[in-house]
Protein backbone atom coordinates (compact mmCIF):
# COMPACT_ATOMS: atom_id res chain seq x y z
CA UNK A 1 0.00 0.00 0.00
CA UNK A 2 1.43 3.65 -0.86
CA UNK A 3 2.29 5.67 2.50
CA UNK A 4 -0.70 8.17 2.76
CA UNK A 5 1.33 11.22 2.73
CA UNK A 6 5.01 12.60 2.30
CA UNK A 7 5.19 15.59 4.03
CA UNK A 8 8.68 18.10 4.19
CA UNK A 9 9.17 20.09 7.12
CA UNK A 10 11.85 22.70 7.36
CA UNK A 11 13.45 23.79 10.38
CA UNK A 12 12.61 26.07 12.82
CA UNK A 13 14.38 29.95 12.50
CA UNK A 14 17.86 29.55 13.67
CA UNK A 15 20.78 32.07 14.30
CA UNK A 16 22.20 31.94 10.58
CA UNK A 17 18.38 33.13 9.38
CA UNK A 18 18.86 35.66 11.76
CA UNK A 19 22.43 36.63 10.93
CA UNK A 20 24.25 35.84 8.09
CA UNK A 21 26.99 36.15 9.08
CA UNK A 22 26.77 32.93 11.47
CA UNK A 23 26.88 30.93 7.73
CA UNK A 24 30.43 32.67 7.06
CA UNK A 25 32.30 32.30 10.58
CA UNK A 26 30.59 29.28 12.20
CA UNK A 27 30.51 25.48 11.20
CA UNK A 28 26.95 25.21 9.47
CA UNK A 29 26.15 22.13 10.65
CA UNK A 30 26.30 23.34 14.42
CA UNK A 31 23.79 26.03 14.01
CA UNK A 32 20.65 25.82 16.50
CA UNK A 33 17.54 27.38 16.46
CA UNK A 34 16.47 30.37 18.02
CA UNK A 35 13.98 30.71 20.71
CA UNK A 36 11.45 31.19 18.35
CA UNK A 37 12.80 28.66 16.28
CA UNK A 38 11.43 26.05 19.18
CA UNK A 39 8.43 27.30 19.00
CA UNK A 40 7.80 26.95 15.62
CA UNK A 41 9.04 23.51 15.84
CA UNK A 42 6.72 22.74 18.78
CA UNK A 43 4.07 24.13 16.38
CA UNK A 44 4.84 22.40 13.10
CA UNK A 45 4.72 19.36 15.67
CA UNK A 46 0.94 20.31 16.91
CA UNK A 47 -0.09 20.52 13.19
CA UNK A 48 1.49 17.32 12.18
CA UNK A 49 -0.20 15.33 15.20
CA UNK A 50 -3.40 16.73 13.62
CA UNK A 51 -3.07 16.03 10.00
CA UNK A 52 -2.04 12.21 10.50
CA UNK A 53 -4.05 11.54 13.76
CA UNK A 54 -3.15 8.13 15.32
CA UNK A 55 -1.43 7.24 11.76
CA UNK A 56 2.06 5.65 12.27
CA UNK A 57 5.09 7.84 11.28
CA UNK A 58 8.76 7.35 9.64
CA UNK A 59 10.83 10.45 10.06
CA UNK A 60 13.61 11.04 7.81
CA UNK A 61 15.97 14.10 9.92
CA UNK A 62 18.97 15.79 8.33
CA UNK A 63 21.91 15.69 10.99
CA UNK A 64 22.34 19.23 11.13
CA UNK A 65 21.97 20.66 14.86
CA UNK A 66 19.28 22.66 14.07
CA UNK A 67 17.21 20.32 12.39
CA UNK A 68 17.89 17.48 15.30
CA UNK A 69 16.66 19.91 17.59
CA UNK A 70 13.18 20.86 14.90
CA UNK A 71 12.64 16.78 15.44
CA UNK A 72 13.06 17.13 19.15
CA UNK A 73 10.64 20.00 19.22
CA UNK A 74 7.94 18.12 16.98
CA UNK A 75 8.44 14.60 18.57
CA UNK A 76 7.18 16.06 21.44
CA UNK A 77 3.68 16.13 19.75
CA UNK A 78 3.85 12.18 19.72
CA UNK A 79 3.96 8.86 21.85
CA UNK A 80 6.65 7.59 20.96
CA UNK A 81 4.97 4.26 20.01
CA UNK A 82 3.84 5.93 17.13
CA UNK A 83 7.13 7.15 15.27
CA UNK A 84 10.37 5.71 14.05
CA UNK A 85 13.08 7.58 12.73
CA UNK A 86 16.37 7.74 11.39
CA UNK A 87 19.07 10.65 10.51
CA UNK A 88 19.74 10.70 6.67
CA UNK A 89 23.18 12.50 5.67
CA UNK A 90 21.73 13.02 2.38
CA UNK A 91 19.15 15.89 3.33
CA UNK A 92 21.73 17.98 4.90
CA UNK A 93 21.99 21.16 3.75
CA UNK A 94 23.82 22.49 0.61
CA UNK A 95 27.45 22.64 1.75
CA UNK A 96 28.62 26.32 1.47
CA UNK A 97 32.51 25.41 1.52
CA UNK A 98 35.03 26.77 3.88
CA UNK A 99 34.86 29.19 6.50
CA UNK A 100 35.06 32.96 5.20
CA UNK A 101 34.53 36.08 6.19
CA UNK A 102 30.61 38.24 5.72
CA UNK A 103 31.87 40.24 3.17
CA UNK A 104 33.13 37.25 1.38
CA UNK A 105 30.08 35.49 1.67
CA UNK A 106 28.18 37.94 0.54
CA UNK A 107 30.15 38.56 -2.63
CA UNK A 108 29.79 34.59 -3.24
CA UNK A 109 26.06 34.80 -2.82
CA UNK A 110 26.00 37.88 -5.42
CA UNK A 111 27.67 35.67 -7.64
CA UNK A 112 25.26 33.17 -7.16
CA UNK A 113 22.24 35.07 -8.15
CA UNK A 114 24.35 36.54 -11.18
CA UNK A 115 25.10 33.11 -12.28
CA UNK A 116 22.13 30.49 -11.69
CA UNK A 117 21.19 29.41 -8.36
CA UNK A 118 21.02 25.50 -9.57
CA UNK A 119 24.22 25.33 -11.12
CA UNK A 120 26.38 27.81 -9.17
CA UNK A 121 28.82 26.03 -6.65
CA UNK A 122 30.46 27.59 -3.69
CA UNK A 123 34.45 27.37 -3.68
CA UNK A 124 34.72 24.34 -1.94
CA UNK A 125 31.28 23.33 -1.84
CA UNK A 126 28.37 22.19 -3.48
CA UNK A 127 25.72 23.86 -6.42
CA UNK A 128 22.47 22.96 -5.96
CA UNK A 129 22.85 20.83 -9.11
CA UNK A 130 25.19 18.33 -6.79
CA UNK A 131 22.48 18.70 -3.82
CA UNK A 132 20.18 17.19 -6.38
CA UNK A 133 22.15 14.06 -7.21
CA UNK A 134 22.10 13.17 -3.26
CA UNK A 135 18.31 13.85 -3.27
CA UNK A 136 17.76 12.00 -6.41
CA UNK A 137 20.39 9.14 -4.75
CA UNK A 138 17.93 8.85 -1.66
CA UNK A 139 14.65 8.85 -3.59
CA UNK A 140 15.69 5.67 -4.56
CA UNK A 141 16.38 4.45 -1.34
CA UNK A 142 13.11 6.30 -0.02
CA UNK A 143 11.12 3.85 -2.96
CA UNK A 144 12.79 0.74 -1.80
CA UNK A 145 11.49 2.06 1.84
CA UNK A 146 8.13 2.65 1.18
CA UNK A 147 7.47 -0.74 -0.70
CA UNK A 148 8.12 -2.51 2.81
CA UNK A 149 5.04 -4.14 3.80
CA UNK A 150 5.42 -3.09 7.50
CA UNK A 151 6.57 0.91 6.89
CA UNK A 152 4.56 3.67 8.52
CA UNK A 153 1.73 4.97 6.93
CA UNK A 154 3.30 8.76 6.62
CA UNK A 155 6.92 9.74 6.04
CA UNK A 156 8.29 12.28 7.15
CA UNK A 157 11.49 14.57 6.24
CA UNK A 158 13.04 17.48 8.82
CA UNK A 159 15.11 19.13 6.31
CA UNK A 160 16.23 22.05 4.68
CA UNK A 161 14.65 24.92 2.40
CA UNK A 162 16.91 23.68 -0.71
CA UNK A 163 16.40 19.90 -0.14
CA UNK A 164 12.90 20.51 0.19
CA UNK A 165 12.69 22.33 -3.38
CA UNK A 166 14.74 20.02 -4.67
CA UNK A 167 12.76 17.13 -3.68
CA UNK A 168 9.68 18.51 -5.20
CA UNK A 169 11.40 19.19 -8.50
CA UNK A 170 12.49 15.94 -9.11
CA UNK A 171 9.51 13.84 -7.53
CA UNK A 172 7.35 15.29 -9.74
CA UNK A 173 9.99 16.17 -12.93
CA UNK A 174 10.29 19.82 -12.97
CA UNK A 175 12.28 22.33 -15.36
CA UNK A 176 15.88 24.19 -13.57
CA UNK A 177 13.61 27.10 -14.21
CA UNK A 178 10.46 25.88 -12.47
CA UNK A 179 12.98 24.98 -9.54
CA UNK A 180 14.67 29.05 -9.46
CA UNK A 181 11.38 29.99 -9.39
CA UNK A 182 10.32 28.16 -6.14
CA UNK A 183 10.05 30.70 -3.08
CA UNK A 184 11.99 29.18 0.24
CA UNK A 185 9.18 27.35 2.31
CA UNK A 186 8.90 29.58 5.47
CA UNK A 187 10.36 27.51 8.93
CA UNK A 188 9.11 24.81 10.41
CA UNK A 189 6.06 24.85 7.22
CA UNK A 190 4.39 21.84 6.27
CA UNK A 191 4.82 21.09 2.73
CA UNK A 192 2.49 17.93 1.71
CA UNK A 193 2.04 15.48 -0.39
CA UNK A 194 -0.75 13.30 -0.23
CA UNK A 195 -1.77 10.33 -2.10
CA UNK A 196 -4.45 9.86 -4.60
CA UNK A 197 -5.86 6.79 -5.04
CA UNK A 198 -7.85 7.95 -8.56
CA UNK A 199 -4.44 9.04 -9.79
CA UNK A 200 -2.36 6.59 -8.22
CA UNK A 201 0.02 9.45 -7.63
CA UNK A 202 0.52 12.17 -5.27
CA UNK A 203 -1.02 15.09 -5.32
CA UNK A 204 1.55 18.69 -3.72
CA UNK A 205 -1.77 19.97 -1.35
CA UNK A 206 0.74 22.96 -0.09
CA UNK A 207 2.56 24.34 -3.47
CA UNK A 208 5.50 26.81 -2.90
CA UNK A 209 5.14 30.09 -3.74
CA UNK A 210 6.69 31.59 -6.98
CA UNK A 211 8.57 34.49 -7.87
CA UNK A 212 9.19 34.50 -11.92
CA UNK A 213 12.12 37.40 -11.38
CA UNK A 214 13.95 34.68 -9.62
CA UNK A 215 14.89 32.95 -12.94
CA UNK A 216 17.50 34.95 -15.00
CA UNK A 217 18.08 33.24 -17.80
CA UNK A 218 15.39 30.96 -19.17
CA UNK A 219 15.76 28.59 -22.39
CA UNK A 220 13.17 26.18 -22.96
CA UNK A 221 13.05 22.87 -24.96
CA UNK A 222 11.27 23.66 -28.65
CA UNK A 223 9.95 20.80 -30.58
CA UNK A 224 9.48 20.73 -34.47
Not at 136 to 159: A, E, I, K, W
Not at 164 to 190: C, G, Q, Y
Amino acid sequence: MPVNRIILIRHGECHGNRDLEQFATVPDYTIELTEKGMEQAREAGAKLKTLVGDESVYFYISPFWRTRSTFEQIAGSFPISQFIYSEEPRLREQEWGYLRTHDELKELLRERKEYGSFYYRFPGGEAASDVYDRINDFLGSLHRDMNRPDYPQNCVLVTHSLAIRLFIMRWFHLTVEEFEAMKSPKNADLIVLEYNSETQSYDLKTPLELDAANVLRSRPIKLQ
